[in-house]
């Protein structure tokens, strides 16, 4: 459940928000932007039915902690806790630190048998792709979205241009994503 981005309300009105949705379908809530929650209110919304889990963006280990360790205890073991951060993979060894096990990755969109195969172990993925995808991502405000679509036409399957005010990956950029990818399955040995 993304949060609402045109209008910041108070903690009680997030929550209410939140229970609508959760009422017609199960939510992993996104920490992220203007959602920066208390570990109080995570247990509050852990409490709340059809809420399953939490997304963190933000990367304050500190906060997720304190978060994790009030939710095991008011609440018990059944919500579930995510790295949402931009590629996790350069974060994963922190979170897992914490007991935090699952990542969302954009890897999956345009090379799965690269992120598959990080997942299984092939740790100089980290050094050899993922950073470099950082760096890359990095150049341009946005390429975090632009560069997985262009990530998905080189894969064949046109998606479209990124939406205004977001810009697609500058030509010279695209070549050097299609390098990494390359270069990925190098190293996990696959076409």
């Known amino acids: ?81 995510f790295n949402g951060l931009p590629t996790a993979e350069l974060t994963m060894g922190a979170y897992r630190g914490l007991g935090v096990e699952l990542y969302s990755s954009a890897v999956f969109a345009f090379a799965p048998d690269i992120a598959t195969a990080y997942l299984n172990g092939e740790h100089r993925l980290l050094t050899e792709f993922y950073e470099p995808l950082v760096r890359l991502r990095s150049k341009v405000p946005g390429y975090a979205v632009a560069l997985v679509k262009a990530g998905v036409r080189l894969g064949s399957l046109d998606v479209g241009p990124v939406r205004p005010p977001l810009v697609d990956a500058a030509p010279e950029d695209v070549a050097e994503l299609e390098s990494l990818i390359k270069h990925g399955r190098s190293l996990i040995g696959t076409p």
């Open 1 to 81: 459940l993304m949060p609402p981005y045109l209008a910041k309300g108070t903690s009680e009105g997030f929550v209410a928000y939140v229970r609508e949705i959760a009422a017609i379908l199960p939510v992993i809530i996104y920490q992220r932007g203007s959602v920066v929650l208390t570990p109080e209110q995570v247990v509050e919304l852990a409490r709340v039915p059809g809420v399953v889990g939490l997304k963190d963006g933000l990367g304050d280990i500190d906060l997720i902690q304190r978060s994790m360790l009030a939710v095991r205890k008011e609440v018990g073991d059944g919500f579930t806790f």
